[in-house]
């Protein structure tokens, strides 16, 4: 199984406040064992860089180095990075960058600028954590950048006919953050975007779940399977991997 979607929030590297929220480190020891706990058997996934973690890539390095081969990263970019930055980060696993329209304020003219650039340098895509009613508003920029993913079911109800629109077009989805969304049937969610294209979803524990109501449990996995049905390996693990190259 690939996990596309962790957090690793280790106490030797800095952590900046974010609206007055620092979180609990979770290390990579600590999410082996949570997930081994969960009966969850993880052979590959990707390290998601958070609000809380700036663009700090020590990190990011750090962690990649340590998870070994079929673990990629997922970073944030600040305005100084340089070709050769993001040349290096590639070298050392990362695969995509990020953008967190929930928790931070975005120029959007330098948000579609990076994003292309590290499609250009080095064909990472770009992430969204974003609420899906706002997807509409970002068409300007979406119609710009070749690949594209929105995490947590794009949060809510009310913006799912834009993801699934943005689904029909190539867009990718991470099935993750069940107790982080206000969605009414997250089972009918997962349906609805496997029907429109059975690619686009990608399994994910978001943890440690910090800020979310819940964090991932076992009984998740019975709301994929049941969702997803015959497409259950691609949406727990190929869908992933092709995304971002394994």
Known sequence: MFDAHVHIIDPRYPLVENHGYLPEPFTISDYRARVAGLGVDVDGGAVVTASYQGTDQEYLVGSLAELGPGWVGVTHLGPEATDEDILALDRAGVRAVRFNLRRSATDMKLLTTQALRAWELVGWHAEFYVDASLLLSLEPVFKKLPAVSIDHLGMSTRGLPYLLDLVDRGAKVKATGFGRATIDDVGDALRR?????????????????????????????????????????????????AFYRI
């Open 193 to 241: 975007i496997h029907a429109v294209n059975p690619t686009a979803l990608m399994f994910g524990t978001d943890l440690p779940g910090t800020r979310a109501r819940r964090a991932f449990r076992e009984d998740d996995l019975a709301i994929i399977a049941d969702a997803v049905g015959d497409g259950l390996d691609a949406v727990m693990g190929g869908n992933a991997r």
